[in-house]
């Protein structure tokens, strides 16, 4: 066969994005591309410490990292989901698992049977006492699942909590090993071809130039290359999700380290809690039209439980993606696509769903605009789907405590996200998408959590008795509590598993 | 809430498809009070007309509960294990039920394929399938040991013995307390855009759902509205005929599709009987020609007159109190067999999906959109068979089936599709089989080298060619199956 020169990729910014899509592409393609990777030491990165989503393990895995060594090198925890609080109405709290509610095998769902018994006036425990991720998480355990499918110790999955200014560097060793240059430099120019339109090369502040055939733009906010030299448009949703700042400060750990994140909601957004070895993770997500950054961070400063370890930092973002992440020879990949904020931990799997699909897309020269077509499609199904979860989050409340929650109740919502909605209202339904980073159980967790409760069940729900089923489903409450209470603690589970390096 | 839940049905349709709708309700909702207009099912009603069905049919069974001795040995059905493929595209090919390939690296198996294809090394992909080649042996095992043997999956659908297996549903269906009422439907009684009542014989039924199993004609579904989805552009056979061959006298795991200019006919090799049937476009053929076809080439003596089709579905089969199944909410030419499949997935969801009297609009949507999805990709393969065979000039695709071919052709990418009926491997199959060669290969198949991956494609030959060898002959099989039943 013949041997196609390989493809010269430059990757514009060495953030968490930056050096995920070098180390993979180093590793999954090593013939067909070569890497250069330009990055400042001058410019920070975004990287607040970070919660993930299950997926990252695939990735993980992939790359050959060992999970051990990756946690203690990032400092990180285990999460089983998140933990939200006064989202539907102040002192509500729920957990949105990572894992099932029940065994999660039936042909009909689990929740369905819980509701009826609710529709029966039947004597029912809350929906998270039957799952095994969110009863790990409320006791505070940790361990690995079990290999068995039958073992009731297999019905969750789990991510991590990270320190997301740790990731990149233990990446960019091992992406280097691969054989990927790295340039330090600060990028003042961008060389389009005066005929195609396509970008040549990237100029440095010290006058080196970078030739590419292929641009990943992974330069955050700044979106350099896809945003500034391309001037792809925005498109901006900030009517849906009106949050367009954060005040981050991390903080020593006072409480126990907790195997999930917190997401508690404010008066003009929500404020997360993320726990990592060494230090907790906190900020404020708040919404510039109703708060101002100086009463947001009052409010940070004040909501944190232990000393400060840091200055308050203010981040300002929109939410919103390009109307297309692959344009002629560029692929944006991370904040230069798009914004979403980490309610539902999707940052870093967005870059992750933009790897893939690079790999699975991998061009040749010329770039077949199928290959651009495809990539497009898949990465806008993604951002519209977790849009869509995302904005559930804030208008399906009962709050009405501050203009924010007004406005947010009241506001108009995407239709494909009043189908869903509607159809949760009317029999607990979920609109099923075998691909998509939120399944079922995420969805009934968020719905039911925040005080959407369906009218009626499915019919095939009433086949057994309630007596059967509510004695079946105290049976499965206590093999759940059995498993977790063999289980270590979190913090315990992480000094024998993964302790970082003092 | 309570006062609104639906509590009887009426099915209009006394076939295959009527039955299994009442014994899929009776059996998974038994609160139901269930009765059936027993019509015969009309000459054109394709899911009661043809013999072969896809693996689904098992799962079918298995979630009513009845077991394989009332469905095959009982029934009289046979088992299918796929379908050869001859004269579509050079050497015919097996489209069979199971994986094709086995795991090599970080790319899919069919990408090391086509690597081999394009330096011309490659033996035909269905070779690396145990499904298909059980099925061009014509032996026979069962799922359990084919996995054990560690090659993979294979699914088999059933040849049926329609009126066998009519009667196995009815007494079924009765058995779980549904109803029988006498038909024909002499009237339909709307109210409100509603069906108030069906005049069966002599009878008014009324009930709070409709389900139309009535066929083609859509009895009930048709007096509510008119928006049909037509796809006779891409799929232009209107015209069927059904007929029986005394040849070949031993029942097959393989039946064939065989094209000729203007159409393909069929062949299925069955416990009961052989079963033939051509499909073709009357804009081409003639009634006569049609039978020519099928007296000269399949050896039949006897062809039944022609029935005619007109492919599409209804743009909302569940409308109001009414929902269309079966024939009467779509229709396909049998290639790929996917009638009574496609019936059985409009029971399933009407099964786990049933709303109450009001019939939310969203619900119905919700049906409407699955329903609508799954036949639509259904059209896209069937027309993927036609568009891709060799001599066909290009002629306009479906903009679904247009976005799978040219991610196929480009790099061998399949994209992906909510409530899709055929497998990865069955869309590779027909593509592959058919000589659709993708012009670039995947980048991931770099990894390994091709002599370790040629290695590796010859191992699983073997190793399929050495376990089919030393299994019995299907028609051994069957026969000692009746045997140790009896």
């Known amino acids: 066969m013949l041997a196609l020169p390989p493809i010269r990729v430059v990757v514009v910014g060495g953030g968490t994005a930056g050096w995920m899509t070098a180390a993979a592409l180093r590793a999954l393609l090593p013939d067909r591309c070569t890497v250069d990777l330009v990055e400042s030491q001058e410019i920070g990165i975004v990287g607040v410490g970070e919660a993930t989503l299950p997926h990252i393990r695939g990735f993980n895995e992939r790359l050959g990292i060992d999970e051990a060594e990756f946690m203690a090198a990032t400092r990180a925890t285990f999460k089983l989901g998140i933990d939200f609080e006064n989202w539907g109405r102040i002192g509500d709290r729920y957990i949105h698992p990572f894992g099932t509610f029940g065994r999660g095998q039936g042909t009909v769902d689990f929740h369905q049977y819980w509701l009826r018994l609710r529709h029966c006036g039947a004597a029912v425990r809350e929906l998270e006492q039957y799952s095994m991720a969110c009863m790990i998480a409320r006791l505070g355990k940790f361990d690995l699942p079990a290999p068995d499918p039958e073992d009731i110790a297999s019905t969750f999955n789990y991510a991590y909590q990270f320190d997301a200014t740790l990731y990149a560097p233990f990446l960019r060793a091992r992406a280097e090993r691969l054989g990927c240059r790295r340039t330090e430099g600060r990028i003042v120019d961008i060389e389009l071809n005066g005929e195609s339109g396509d970008i040549e090369a990237v100029i440095l502040a010290d006058e080196q130039r970078i030739e590419g055939d292929l641009f990943i733009d992974s330069s955050g906010f700044a979106s350099l290359v896809i945003g500034k030299a391309l001037e792809e448009p925005f498109e901006d949703w900030s009517k849906w999700l009106p949050c367009d700042r954060a005040v981050a400060m991390p903080c020593r750990t006072r409480t126990a380290v907790t195997p999930y994140t917190s997401a508690i909601a404010m008066d003009a957004g929500w404020r997360w809690r993320i726990p990592l070895q060494h230090r907790t993770g906190n900020g404020y997500v708040h919404a510039s039209a109703f708060i101002s950054e100086e009463d947001a961070t009052a409010a940070l400063v004040e909501a944190v439980e232990g000393d400060a370890l840091a200055e308050p930092r203010i981040l300002r973002f929109r939410a919103g993606r390009r109307t297309r992440s692959w344009v002629r020879n560029c692929i944006a990949v991370g904040l230069s696509s798009g914004f979403l904020e980490p309610l539902e931990s999707t940052s870093i799997y967005l870059i992750q769903a933009a790897i893939t699909a690079l790999v699975e897309l991998f061009p040749d020269k010329p770039i077949a605009d199928s290959d651009r077509n495809e990539f497009n499609r898949v990465i806008d199904l993604e951002y519209d789907r977790i849009r869509d979860f995302l904005i559930l989050h804030y208008h399906a409340t009962e709050r009405s405590d501050s203009p924010f929650w007004d406005y947010v109740r009241t506001m108009e919502i995407p239709d494909s996200l009043a189908e869903k909605l509607e159809l949760f209202r009317r029999r607990g339904r979920v609109v099923k998408y075998r691909e998509g980073v939120f399944l079922e159980a995420s969805w009934i967790a968020v719905y039911l959590g925040q005080r959407v409760t369906p009218m009626g069940h499915d019919m095939r729900a009433d086949n057994p008795s309630a007596e059967a089923l509510a004695r079946g489903m105290e049976t499965l409450h206590g093999q759940i509590h059995a498993a977790v209470e063999r289980m270590p603690d979190h913090a315990t589970m992480l000094s024998r598993y993964c302790p970082m390096a003092v | ?486």
């Open chain 2, 1 to 486: 809430m309570e006062s609104k839940v639906i509590r009887s049905v009426a099915i209009a349709g006394g076939g295959i498809v009527g039955w299994s709708a009442a014994a899929a309700l009776k059996r998974r909702l038994p609160s139901l009070s269930v009765s059936v207009i027993a019509v015969p099912p009309p000459a054109d009603a394709l899911a009661d007309g043809v013999v072969c069905t896809l693996p689904s049919i098992v799962d079918f069974h298995r979630d009513l509960g009845l077991s394989e001795a009332d469905t095959v040995l009982r029934a009289g059905s046979g088992y299918r294990l796929g379908t050869r493929f001859e004269g579509w595209s050079a050497p015919d090919y097996v489209h069979a039920y199971g994986s094709y390939g086995t795991q090599l690296g970080s790319a899919a198996f069919h990408q090391y394929w086509v690597r081999a294809a394009k330096t011309g090394a490659a033996i035909p992909f269905d070779h690396y399938s145990a499904a298909a080649m059980l099925a061009r042996e014509d032996r026979f095992a069962p799922p359990e040991a084919v996995a054990r043997a560690g090659l993979g999956a294979i699914g088999y659908g059933l040849h049926i013995n329609r009126p066998r297996y009519r009667e196995m549903m009815r007494a079924f269906a009765l058995h779980l307390g549904a109803s029988e009422v006498a038909g024909p439907i002499s009237g339909v009684r709307l109210s409100d855009g509603s069906i108030e009542t069906v005049q069966a014989g002599k009878r008014d039924v009324s009930a709070d759902l409709y389900v139309d199993a009535s066929g083609p004609s859509a009895q009930l579904r048709s007096r509510l509205d008119e928006d049909w989805e037509d796809w006779s552009e891409w799929l232009p056979h209107d015209r069927v005929h059904f007929a029986q061959s005394q040849s070949p006298a031993e029942p097959s795991l393989l039946d064939r599709a065989v094209a000729f200019p203007g159409g393909w006919w069929w062949q299925a090799a069955t416990p009961g009987g052989t079963y033939c049937g051509i499909a073709y476009s009357s804009h081409r053929l003639t009634e006569a020609d049609a039978a020519r076809v099928l007296t000269e080439q399949a050896g039949v003596t006897a062809v039944e007159p022609a029935v005619a089709i007109r492919q599409g579905r209804w743009s909302r089969p569940w409308l109001g109190n009414c929902v269309a199944i079966g024939d009467a909410a779509v229709a396909a030419e049998p290639l790929e067999w996917t009638n009574l499949h496609l019936a059985h997935g409009a029971i399933d969801r009407i099964v786990s999906m049933m709303p109450d009297r009001d019939f939310s609009a969203v619900e119905l949507w919700d049906y409407n959109r699955q329903v609508g999805a799954e036949a639509d990709r259904v059209r896209d393969f069937l027309a993927l068979h036609h568009s891709t065979a060799s001599g066909k000039q290009a002629a306009a695709l479906p903009p679904s089936l247009e976005h799978t071919l040219r991610q196929f052709r480009e790099r061998g990418r399949l994209p992906f599709f909510e409530e899709e009926t055929f497998s990865r491997d069955s869309w590779l199959a027909v593509l592959l089989g058919q000589s659709v060669i993708p012009s670039r290969v995947d980048p991931l198949t770099d990894a390994l080298a091709p002599s370790e991956t040629e290695a590796a494609m010859v191992q699983l030959r073997e190793t399929i060619a050495t376990f089919v060898d030393r299994l019995p002959r299907y028609p051994d099989y069957l026969q000692q199956l009746g045997q140790k039943a009896a």
